[in-house]
C-alpha cells in the first residue's frame, strides 16, 4: 500500500511559475514509476507527465513539453513537477499516481496503468 499527498498549487498569474511535490508513504519509492495527471472542469484527466524509477527517462505531454520538468528525489520519497511559463489553459486539478507493478513504457500516458492515486492539487493560472 502507499499513499500518495500532493502539495504546491495555488493560484498565479499567466507566465507564472509553481512546483508541484508528491510524497509517498511507501518504503518501496524507489521502485515506482510515478506520473503526474491533470483535469480541468469539464474535460477528462488528462497525462501530463512521467518518470522511471532512477529518473532516467521521462515522459511529457506534448502541451507542456518544454516548459514543465518532471523530477523525484527517492531518498525524501517525492516527486516534483516545476511548472514554469504557466497558461490559463494550464488550470486544473493536478493528480500524482505511481505504478508500484512496471517499468516505465508508452503505456504509462495511460491513467490505468497507475494503481495509486493522490487527492490532487489545483492550480489556477489568471490571464
Known amino acids: 500500500q502507499a499513499q500518495l499527498v500532493e502539495s504546491g498549487g495555488g493560484l498565479v498569474q499567466a507566465g507564472g511559475s509553481l512546483r508541484l511535490s508528491c510524497a509517498a508513504s511507501t518504503r518501496t519509492f524507489s521502485t515506482f514509476v510515478m506520473g503526474w495527471f491533470r483535469q480541468a472542469p469539464g474535460k477528462e484527466r488528462e497525462f501530463v507527465a512521467a518518470?522511471?524509477?532512477?529518473?532516467?527517462?521521462?515522459y511529457y505531454a506534448d502541451s507542456v513539453k518544454g516548459r514543465f520538468t518532471i523530477s523525484r528525489d527517492n531518498a525524501k520519497n517525492t516527486v516534483y513537477l516545476q511548472m514554469n511559463s504557466l497558461k490559463p489553459e494550464d488550470t486544473a486539478v493536478y493528480y500524482c499516481a505511481a505504478d508500484s507493478r512496471s517499468g516505465i513504457g508508452s503505456r504509462h500516458y495511460l491513467s490505468n496503468q497507475y494503481n495509486y492515486w493522490g487527492q490532487g492539487t489545483q492550480v489556477t493560472v489568471s490571464s
Open positions: 518518470i522511471s524509477w532512477r529518473g532516467s527517462i521521462t
